[in-house]
């Protein structure tokens, strides 16, 4: 499987943006998809989760209420609201190894290349 992201930039903060991640190779529909980001200087952390049926959903507290993620079979979406500096971060979509959501980035199979995401105040 191979995973392309896209929708990345730069923005203001309080604006929003919508990053895409598909999928190509062997299908990936049934199994969970994530985000992760890595801000510099920092570990790469869990942003959001999604399971194979778009039924179940996980977030981080710190994009709760702000992230949607979402996916149209094996194309993963996240619509970013309410921006903020902190959410700067090259931001990696993922295949998981199962159906279900996943918080844990060893619970992923396949990473995507990264797409970045600036927020400027």
Do not use: H
Not at 92 to 111: D, E, H, I, K, N
């Amino acid at each position: 499987v191979q995973l392309q992201a896209s929708g990345g930039g730069l923005v203001q903060a309080g604006g929003s943006l919508r990053l895409s991640c598909a999928a190509s190779g062997r299908t990936s529909s049934n199994n969970g998809m994530g985000w992760f980001r890595q801000a510099p200087g920092k570990e790469r952390e869990f942003v959001a989760a999604i399971n194979w049926s778009g039924g179940v959903t996980s977030y981080a507290d710190s994009v709760e209420g702000r992230f949607t993620i979402s996916r149209d079979r094996a194309k993963l979406y996240l619509q970013m609201d309410s921006l903020k500096v902190e959410d700067t971060a090259v931001y990696y979509c993922a295949v998981g190894l199962g159906a279900a959501t996943a918080t844990q980035s060893p619970f992923y199979r396949y990473w995507g290349q990264g797409t970045q995401v600036t927020v400027s105040s």
